[in-house]
């Protein structure tokens, strides 16, 4: 089965509650798209910073999914988020996630959250620890 099969069987509530979609995935490169919905907003219309940082955590923990040795499982430890624009209403935002370390005890995932006409909203790092025994 290829990465992006096996991300789309996977059954995650939250993210599908936030309506992302996996549009590419390979061991290298997890990409992931949602649209700003109003009950995802802060006032004015604009997304939720929590929604943007769930946004790229699911994203990079499903890369991290891709890269796990039979049997094992992740958790984020450590995420960080700088917020560089809005995401109006309304709006189809993309999300990239890229591996920046990918060792046996933890992964360290970065993801580019942009907007459809490549306006960056967000730039996340996060740590993923890696969890043998303890598969999702």
């Known amino acids: 089965m290829d990465a992006l099969a096996k991300l ?20 290298e490169r997890v990409v992931g798209e949602m649209v700003v919905r109003d009950d995802l907003c802060t006032r004015p219309a604009v997304l939720h910073g929590g929604a943007i940082m769930a ?5 990079g923990a499903a890369g991290t999914l891709l890269n796990l040795p039979e049997g094992a499982g992740t958790t984020t430890i450590e995420s960080k988020t700088n917020f560089l624009g809005p995401a109006p209403l309304g709006a189809r935002l993309r999300g990239e996630a890229t591996p920046v370390h990918r060792g046996r005890r933890t992964q360290v995932w970065q993801t580019r959250v942009t907007t459809a006409d490549g306006r960056l909203v967000a730039l996340v790092t ?8 303890s598969p999702i």
Not at 8 to 27: D, R, T, W
Not at 55 to 59: E, K, S
Not at 126 to 133: A, F, I, W, Y
Request: hydrophobic share 50%; no cysteine.
């Open 8 to 27: 789309k069987q996977l059954s995650l509530p939250f993210a599908e509650l936030m309506g992302i979609e996996y549009v590419a995935a390979v061991p």
């Open 126 to 133: 996060q740590t993923q620890m890696v969890l043998p025994g």
């Open 55 to 59: 946004f790229a955590d699911t994203l």
